[in-house]
């Protein structure tokens, strides 16, 4: 064996790459939709995941959707909606099929002021949640420490380093206690594939 093959095989792999996952701000423009039925749905006019545990809301009747041009542009495969993500059906193919245990749906009803069939469209969240940043590796100041959510001061540049054995096989999540979502090189590289439209990725590391 010579001394180059024996410094490969001793060679450290290198760290998995992770991504904030948001709205791509390229479409900064009014979406052409509107969620018909907010006021009606749970009393509110804000939908919100449950404290402690990450799920929809209990709704009195199913999500009414209505999409036109006439409203803005045309919706991309990846928007935000309250504390959740309205997505398409082609990037909800592209979640499940990378990750379903990571990721819950909810269709919505759609309909068009035109003759033209409306799109299907889902009510998305995040689901799983890990315990999965390595505050003693990871660089910036940490704000706002409480038994619910922690919250980074964004003008220290903060560098984030997850712990993969944590992670393990997933491909997309939330940290504990932080609410942004992360997701691997596997899921970013799909979406890209995939052509996905609305969806940002930010290096988590840098």
């Known amino acids: ?23 791509d701000f390229r479409f900064q ?31 009195s009747e199913p999500l009414r959707l209505l999409i036109d041009r006439s409203l803005g542009r045309a919706p991309v495969d990846w928007e935000r909606f309250h504390d959740f993500w309205l997505v398409s059906d082609r990037m909800k193919g592209v979640l499940e099929a990378v990750d379903r245990e990571g990721v ?4 919505c009803e759609t309909r068009s002021l035109s ?19 390595d505050e003693e590796k990871s660089q910036g100041a940490m704000m706002n420490v409480g038994s619910e959510y922690r919250r980074y001061d964004p003008t220290a540049r903060p560098r984030f380093v997850f712990k993969e054995e944590i992670v393990g096989s997933a491909h997309i999540f939330r940290p504990r206690l932080w609410r942004s979502i992360i997701c691997d090189q596997v899921m970013k590289d799909a979406c890209k594939t995939a052509g996905m439209r609305g969806t940002g990725f930010k290096d988590a590391g840098e």
């Open 104 to 107: 819950a749906f909810l269709k």
């Open 115 to 133: 003759r033209k069939a409306a799109p299907d469209y889902w009510l998305c969240d995040v689901v799983r949640e890990l315990d999965a940043i």
């Open 29 to 59: 423009t009014t979406p052409g939709w509107q969620m018909e039925n907010i006021p009606v749905l749970n009393g509110r006019r804000v939908l919100m995941s449950p404290r402690h545990r990450r799920s929809f809301p209990a709704l």
């Open 1 to 23: 064996m010579t001394a180059s093959s024996s410094e490969k095989r001793l060679r450290k792999p290198k760290p998995k790459k992770f991504y904030h996952v948001g709205p």
